[in-house]
């Protein structure tokens, strides 16, 4: 199979090659493609260089799947193309994921949208994947019907630049001095700022409403009530979510941790008094680790959990793979 990864010398782009070398995926062979600034670039996919070429339209000639993580922007304009040439497309940016003839998938929870999928499949924000493959098993057994929930985005959800804005703050503030702020609207460094995106004129910002709309496509539930504060926090990587989940049926802590123990991609910390995982603990790994769960004293109905993930593989990289692997078992590809 011939695969394109567009966004190559990226963050997401290059954990997306690390892992179909992971995870033995059949690449007869990568084309890594790039905006011009990083072309000539290489890449190494199993052990093996690779020039990162310019995307342009007949970088798609005989490309059987690509994957996508450079921007709405580039995916507006290349998506079509890729499609046109034979591909099929897997992207990881916002620009398709709320068009209602475009798949919003996360395998774990609905790999049956893929069917009939039109050349276009839309990877779901970081975020709102580690929530809903949280949020499934407990929905089957009790019935969904709110979320509340507060994200804690590390700043590798931004990209490189804001690793390094992250790492420099840090050490200024140690040094005793000011730390500076260029991708975000205030220092990261010893610091949270609670929203991420523009605000618009309700007070909502826009990671707000990615988790809001995307978790009602993906879970089916077009009546699901979801609020959410989104939060930038001063972590390099992994994501960590502090919900509250409202059922139709009041739900049993033995069903709750029966249900997520058996859930596929969930690892269950099942002390309801101490066990959790963190983002330093969940880098670098594939699961959606849920800790906490207990009922929450206010409403009967409700449940509280903490969902952490890396957002690097599971929310970006990680879950486009699972995806093409299930375009390959479905036959769809």
């Known amino acids: 199979m011939r695969v394109a990864v567009l ?18 995926f059949p690449v007869d062979e990568l084309v890594p493609l790039a905006s011009e600034r990083s072309a000539g670039k ?23 799947l690509a994957l996508f993580s450079a921007g709405s922007g580039p995916s507006r304009k290349w998506a079509p193309v890729a499609v046109s040439k034979g591909a099929v497309v897997v992207d990881n940016s916002s620009a398709w994921r709320m068009e209602e003839d475009i798949p919003l998938v996360v395998p774990e929870v609905n790999p049956h949208a893929l069917e009939g999928h039109k050349g276009i499949i839309a990877n779901p924000n970081c975020a709102t994947i580690q929530a809903v493959v949280a949020l499934k098993p407990l929905h089957d057994f009790f019935g969904l019907e709110k979320v509340q929930v507060v994200t804690f985005q590390s700043v590798s959800g931004t990209g490189l630049e804001a690793l390094d804005e992250l790492k420099e703050g840090s050490l200024a503030v140690l040094e005793g001095s000011s730390p500076k702020n260029f991708l975000y609207p205030k220092p990261i460094a010893f610091n949270v700022l609670p929203h991420i995106g523009k605000i618009d004129e309700r007070g909502i910002s826009e990671e707000e409403y990615k988790m809001m709309n995307e978790s009602k496509k993906i ?11 989104a939060v930038r926090v001063p972590v390099f990587r992994g994501h960590s979510e502090a919900i509250v989940a409202t059922f139709k049926e009041e739900p049993s802590l033995q069903d709750a941790f029966k249900a997520l123990s058996e859930a596929p991609g969930v690892s269950l910390m099942d002390d ?29 109905r409700s449940l509280s959990l903490w969902v952490v993930a890396d957002n690097i593989r599971k929310g970006a990289a990680l879950n486009a793979v699972q995806i093409a692997e299930e375009l390959i078992r479905k036959g769809l590809i």
């Open 7 to 24: 966004g190559a010398t990226g963050l997401v782009g290059s954990e997306m090659i690390k892992v179909l070398e992971e995870r033995a």
């Open 42 to 64: 290489e890449v190494f996919f199993k052990g093996k260089p690779y020039e990162v070429r310019a995307v342009e339209e007949g970088a798609f000639e005989g490309v059987d």
């Open 219 to 229: 879970m089916e539930l077009p009546e699901l009530v979801v609020s959410c504060t």
């Open 272 to 300: 309801p008094g101490c066990s959790y995982s963190v983002p330093s603990e969940a880098a670098g790994t594939d699961p959606v680790f849920v800790g906490r769960v207990r009922k929450e004293p206010l409403c009967e």
